[in-house]
């Protein structure tokens, strides 16, 4: 089980190796894929999710949604906005607002009553839902941009390029040049019948080189940029979730990078939830947007400066570093004085 609550509009998550942190990507894109009718855990013994939503626009809404799924058969669904009960299942009635209905018993109400008049609070979940996109950073590697279909990301090399206009290309090359990546020009070719590669020509370097000949990091940073550019084409889009970001980048090129996401995220109002353990990236990330991980047995739940709002305010007074929030002893000391 993961437990993360509350989430800011940007947030990093942070854990000790096998803690959970691609578990909880994963338990994201599990909720939304399956939403979306993309994915089946119909198959499973048992599947369950509890959404909160709140804005930030309106402090007074708030709409809680949860689901369990057990022998692929809906055994509950309730969806509830500022208190008012829309829709309660169980696995022998259904209700929307007074009204009986009569869902299919392998399907979500949410996922067969999408109507923008008849049922705006379900198009709202599913509108979100919808917007939830991903990436893993360290998954970028010249074998597995090739095939859209790997875990995590959703897009090759080369249809992500061609994705971008001139200009947008231009913002690329000159965000990738404050990181010191001089690259003045960006396209595909067609290697093979069929197979098209990214093509780069680097100043001061004679030959072009293609994604193939790129260090992973070069080659990391250039696909996320790009990414980047071509997610916020789409307005629609509501979360985006980034694993393990700025693995395998220096110093400088970590804390740029990760101050450039993360204030692009902010400006764009889309909501960032990236897993690290990059100790460059952490110190540059205000622990106020932290998801401290902690793991007991299966269960998954987060520390930040919500929860334990006392942990925070005594960190901040010691003047260490934001990694040394994560590398020292200081969350296991405050938490046992409290136990």
Known sequence: MTELFPLKPV???????ATGKTRTIRAFLNVTSFLQMKKSFMDIRSFEAALKFTSYEDAEWKMDYKFKINNGIVEKEVLVVNEKMLINRSKTSAK??????????????VQIRRDK???????????????????????ITPFTILDSGKFHNPYNFSDLVESLSQAEKQEVLSVAKRLGYNITQIKTVEATKGIKLVQLKERSVTNEMTEMQLSSGMLRTLYLLCFISVIKQNKKLSMLLIDDMGEGLDYRRSIDLGKMIFEDCEQNALQLIASSNDAFLMDVVDIANWQVLRRNGSKVRTINQVTHPDLFRDFRMTGLSNFDFFSSDFIDSHLSKQE
């Open 11 to 17: 947030n990093l998550l942070v854990a000790r190796n």
């Open 117 to 139: 008049e008849l049922y705006p609070e379900i198009e709202q979940l599913m509108t979100w839902a919808d917007g939830v996109t991903s990436l893993s950073y360290s998954d």
């Open 96 to 109: 929307y607002d007074t009204t009986k209905i009569n869902p299919p018993s392998e399907k979500l109400v």
